[in-house]
């Protein structure tokens, strides 16, 4: 709830970097300066912690549909998987929603949370988290597998950045805009123009034509006052 899922102000002059991330200096940035990050910031310091806990991580992948077709790479995404007392759990405080919020029991059981219910089905050589809300249809978050991941396995995400940004020069309109928060009984996502809230269960949708009210609303999102 703290700290905002902010793939909008991302700073990319010293390059991206995924693989070899200084995790020190993102801890200040993400963490004690409360400007956020994607996954790759941070579900990786959230690894560490954990780690640094005593807890047992183990480090996965996972891919949208959406960012499979535009990339082709299985590890769009990075999350964490915390066995404990022989159950295992999944662990993702880097999505920008809207998706679980608590942990999730990594098994077949439909789970609750916050008027949202979560299941894992079987896609034969990968798992689909789906989602629905009090009166929408199934949906699927993301699918990943169970294969324990090291931080050189997003070196194909990093290079496919690289050359995203590099070849972006179109009109910077805020369609590429995603950052997200958690509240109390919820999340709210912008992404692009596309304003989603879920509180309770129920999502309301609409369409951020207005650039003034689009700013206003990416800055209410990643600022300190955010409710």
């Given at each position: ?9 991302q ?6 970097r ?29 690894a560490r912690?954990?780690?640094e ?7 996965l ?24 007392d022989g ?12 998706s679980y ?5 990594a ?10 219910q979560y299941?894992?089905v079987d896609r ?9 809300g ?5 949906s699927?978050?993301y ?14 995400m ?8 590099t ?8 369609r ?33 034509t ?6 206003q ?7 300190d006052e955010?409710r």
């Open positions: 709830m703290a700290i905002p899922y902010n793939g909008a102000t700073d990319f002059s010293d390059g991206v995924l693989v070899d991330l200084d995790e020190d200096a993102t801890f200040e940035t993400s963490v004690v300066q409360g400007r956020g990050g994607t996954c790759f910031q941070l579900n990786r310091l959230f912690l954990l780690t806990l005593g807890y047992d991580v183990t480090v992948a996972a891919s949208t549909a959406e960012g499979w077709e535009a990339s082709g790479i299985d590890v769009e995404h990075m999350f964490n998987l915390v066995t404990l159950e295992q759990w999944l662990v993702d405080v880097g999505y920008p929603g809207p919020i608590e942990p999730l029991s098994s077949g059981a439909v789970q609750s949370q916050y008027g949202c299941r894992l034969g050589s990968r798992i689909a988290l789906q989602r629905r009090r009166i929408t249809r199934w699927v978050v699918t990943f597998t169970m294969q324990p991941r090291e931080w050189s396995d997003w070196k194909a990093e290079d496919f950045l690289v050359r995203e940004i070849a972006d020069t179109g009109p910077q309109d805020g590429k805009i995603l950052c997200g928060r958690t509240f109390e009984n919820g999340q709210v996502v912008l992404k692009g123009r596309r304003h989603l809230t879920v509180r309770d269960g129920r999502e309301e949708i609409r369409t951020i207005d650039d003034d009210e689009h700013a609303l990416v800055s209410h999102m990643l600022s955010f």
